[in-house]
C-alpha cells in the first residue's frame, strides 16, 4: 500500500533572504534521508547545525527515517571575526587591529558600518587584503605598502567595490602570472595609489587595477586622487571612468593601458593611458 511522499525542507533560521539553503527533497514513507553536507552561510554569524521540531541536531551526512514532513532549521552563533583577511590574518571583533610592520590596519566598525583604517601598513608576502564583503571603505593614512609575491596574487581583492580615501599614500607592489594589483576598485578620494604589477615569465600577464562588473563597470576619482597603474594591462574590464578636474589617472599597459572586456569605454577628465585603450 501506497502512503505517500514527504519532504524534507532545510530552514535559513533567520528573515535574511540571502541565506542559501539546499533544496527540498520528497522521500516516500519510510525511506531514509541523508542530511544534506552543504552548509548555509550567512554574514556576521557561523553555522552551528540543522535541528528539527524535536530539537535533535544533525550536523550533515546523518540519516532521518521520514515518516512525516520534516522542516530542518539551521542554528547559527554570532562570529566572533570580521570576513576581512590582511596579511592573511581574518581581523576580530574583539581586537580589530592587525600589527603590519610599523604601523596598522584597524577595522572601524560604526553599527555595521565598517572602515578599513590603514595607517602606515606594510604588508608582505602572499596575501594582500581581502573581503568577502560587497563593498568595503578603506581609509589610507600615512605612507602605507602592500608588496606581494607569487603567482596570482591580488593586492587588493573584493568580489564588489572598494571605496579609497583618506590623507595618504597607498603603493602596492604585486608580481607573479595573474597577479592583480586592486581587483574591485571603485573609487579614490584625495589620496594618491601607485599599483605596479609585473608578471613572472615572458608568456604571463598582470593587471595593475580591475573594476567591478556593476555599475556599468565604473571608477571614480574626486577631490585630488591620483592613481598611476602599470602591468599588461593598466587598467582591465573598466567601461567608465570619471576623474574630476583637480585629480589624475595615469596609466601603462605592455599590451594596453586600459582594456574593457565586451563593453564600451568611455573617460572623463584628465586620464592618460600609455599603451592606448582597446575594448
Not at 533572504?17 to 527533497?25: K, S
Not at 605612507?143 to 595618504?168: A, C, P, Q, R, W
Request: net charge negative.
Amino acid at each position: 500500500i501506497w502512503i505517500g511522499e514527504y519532504s524534507v525542507t532545510y530552514d535559513g533560521g533567520t528573515d535574511d533572504n540571502n541565506v542559501y539553503v539546499p533544496y527540498p527533497e520528497m522521500y516516500e514513507y519510510g525511506d531514509y534521508a541523508r542530511v544534506s553536507t552543504d552548509k548555509p552561510y550567512r554574514e556576521g554569524y557561523n553555522f552551528l547545525y540543522w535541528e528539527d521540531a524535536n530539537g535533535t541536531k544533525y550536523y550533515g551526512d546523518e540519516y532521518i527515517s521520514v515518516k512525516s514532513a520534516i522542516v530542518l532549521t539551521a542554528v547559527w552563533e554570532k562570529a566572533d571575526h570580521y570576513d576581512i583577511w590582511v596579511g592573511g590574518q581574518r581581523v576580530s571583533k574583539s581586537e580589530p587591529v592587525v600589527q603590519c610592520g610599523d604601523g596598522t590596519a584597524t577595522v572601524i566598525d560604526d553599527n555595521g558600518n565598517l572602515t578599513l583604517v590603514l595607517n602606515n601598513a606594510t604588508i608582505t608576502g602572499s596575501e594582500g587584503i581581502r573581503t568577502t564583503y560587497y563593498s568595503l571603505d578603506v581609509e589610507v593614512n600615512g605612507e602605507n605598502t602592500i608588496s606581494l609575491y607569487g603567482n596570482d596574487v591580488k593586492g587588493m581583492d573584493i568580489t564588489g567595490y572598494f571605496y579609497i580615501s583618506g590623507t595618504g599614500t597607498l603603493n602596492i607592489d604585486v608580481m607573479g602570472d595573474g597577479a592583480i594589483g586592486i581587483n574591485g576598485l571603485y573609487s579614490i578620494d584625495y589620496v594618491t595609489v601607485n599599483v605596479e604589477a609585473t608578471p613572472e615569465t615572458s608568456d604571463g600577464e598582470a593587471i595593475g587595477v580591475t573594476a567591478n562588473s556593476g555599475s556599468t563597470y565604473s571608477m571614480h576619482f574626486n577631490n585630488g586622487a591620483v592613481l598611476n597603474a602599470s602591468g599588461t594591462y593598466g587598467i582591465y574590464n573598466a567601461g567608465s571612468m570619471y576623474a574630476d578636474i583637480t585629480s589624475k589617472v595615469n596609466v601603462e599597459g605592455t599590451k594596453y593601458g586600459i582594456y574593457a572586456v565586451n563593453h564600451f569605454m568611455y573617460t572623463y577628465g584628465r586620464v592618460s593611458a600609455k599603451g592606448g585603450i582597446a575594448a
